[in-house]
């Protein structure tokens, strides 16, 4: 089955998980397999030649003719993360930055303007470095203010981008405010909701035209298989969008921004996910619910455990009264989710504490079934230098952790004895 088969349907929390573990029913029936199976073929063969003609050039649907487009096994991906977004189609890359590379490649054109948050998972910072040598400007601006973005926006912006909790200082953009200030403008409102997955919040509740996710992290959530995803909400009117070529202003015109991103992302680019990916992230997305709301729980204990401790400064977590968007997480998200950063004053002794625990991996990674940790500034943030992680809000002492499936008062154990 296509991605772009799947209907548009209210999704409620209520059974978010049966509609996952039940979802392949929705598929072609394959030998009676009770788990859509894994299709390794690179091409697809066809009833007649008329078909092979006809899917090439996009009458019927049909199973990608070669898989650098996409495999039955794909699709069947897709159309579930399309279902648990809310949105109409999706398209699958082989990592989270495969997906934010393909979007911003395939959808801009040197001139463009595009207004980022300021605060991003860094490889994406990065990559809109590389974007600026490309000629599109690029405005980054502290987007938990919607006045930031509407003073930022000029008559060449196309898109707004935002991350619904950044990583590592879970900083909120003001999702809903940007939201209709995107419908009123016309303009793309791209939101990253890796850190939360569409368990714990949909994207299109604030008006999202795209949502990307890193499926290695919260989807997948093994720790042991890389993915990544556009979803297309349906919100955003693609008659209205300059730079969709001539040859996809063709039939739905729901369909044109997603079957560009595939055409020109997937087809000509080539970041393509693996069937077997595919499957194990498929795998992954069956227990999302259930770890969601048992890593959420965790990282709350251990947040509050963290602000309650003297040696620590400041702890990041939005489901936290002291988060300066609390109000707003908690109205819009189920819970909070894996990530958390704490700081200590004596950025030496951060190091020692890492250092000394036990339980916690220090390893970078997120969503990983173990809980891991890293002193941000020499690490991920180390190349972007001192000036920029200053501009991020990434102090020397900045810890990040993901947390993982062990129980809460172990985690809350090994803290305590490596502060003490
Ligand atoms: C990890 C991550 C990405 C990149 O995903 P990969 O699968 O590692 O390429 C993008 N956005 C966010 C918020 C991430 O955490």
Redesign the pocket.
């Known amino acids: 089955m296509k991605s772009e088969d799947t209907q548009k349907t209210e999704n409620s929390n209520d059974h978010f998980a049966s509609d996952v573990v039940h979802f392949d029913r929705n598929l072609p029936e394959v030998n009676g397999a009770i788990h859509y199976p894994v299709h390794p073929s690179t091409q697809y063969t066809f009833s007649s030649v008329e078909e092979l003609i006809s899917v090439f050039q996009g009458k019927k649907k049909g199973n990608s003719p070669y898989s650098r487009q996409g495999t039955p096994t794909t699709a069947a991906l897709e159309a579930k993360l399309a279902y648990i977004e809310g949105g109409d189609s999706a398209v699958a890359f082989a990592?989270?930055?495969?997906a934010?590379a393909a979007v911003f490649n395939t959808l801009l054109k040197a001139g463009d303007h595009i207004v980022v948050s300021k605060y991003l998972?860094g490889?994406?910072a990065s990559f809109f470095n590389t974007l600026e040598g490309f000629g599109v400007l690029v405005s980054r601006v502290d987007a938990s203010c919607v006045d930031n973005v509407i003073q930022a926006c000029t008559d060449k912006t196309r898109l707004v981008f935002v991350?619904t909790i950044a990583?590592p200082g879970t900083q909120m953009p003001d999702l809903s405010a940007i939201g209709d200030y995107c419908e009123a403008k016309n303009l793309l409102y791209i939101v990253?909701n890796?850190?939360l997955s569409p368990y714990l919040f949909q994207p299109k509740r604030v008006k999202a035209s795209l949502v990307i996710h890193?499926l290695?992290?919260s989807v997948a959530g093994q720790g042991q298989i890389?993915?990544?995803v556009v979803v297309n909400t349906g919100l955003f009117d693609w008659t209205k969008y300059p730079h969709i070529f001539e040859g996809y202003r063709t039939g739905d015109a729901n369909k044109w921004g997603l079957m560009q991103v595939r055409k020109k992302g997937l087809r000509d680019m080539g970041a393509t996910l693996t069937s077997h990916s595919a499957h194990m992230i498929s795998l992954g997305l069956e227990t999302l619910a259930i770890r969601m709301d048992k890593s959420s729980e965790t990282a709350l204990a251990v947040a509050r455990f963290l602000n309650s401790h003297p040696k620590v400064s400041k702890v990041h977590y939005p489901m936290i009264e002291e988060h300066p968007s609390h109000q707003q997480a908690k109205a819009l998200f189920k819970a909070g989710s894996w990530l958390l950063s704490f700081e200590l004053d004596d950025s030496e002794g951060c190091l020692q504490v890492v250092d000394k625990l036990k339980v916690f991996v220090k390893a970078t990674g997120?969503g990983d079934t173990r809980s891991l940790i890293i002193p941000v500034a020499p690490t991920i943030f180390w190349e972007m230098g001192e000036k920029k992680r200053a501009d991020m809000n990434i102090e020397d002492g900045l810890v990040r952790i993901s947390i993982g499936l062990e129980e809460s008062s172990v985690l809350i154990a090994d803290l305590e004895q490596a502060l003490s």
Request: charged share 15%.
């Open positions: 990592t989270g930055m495969a934010i998972f490889n994406t991350e990583n990253d890796t850190i890193s290695t992290k890389l993915g990544g997120l």
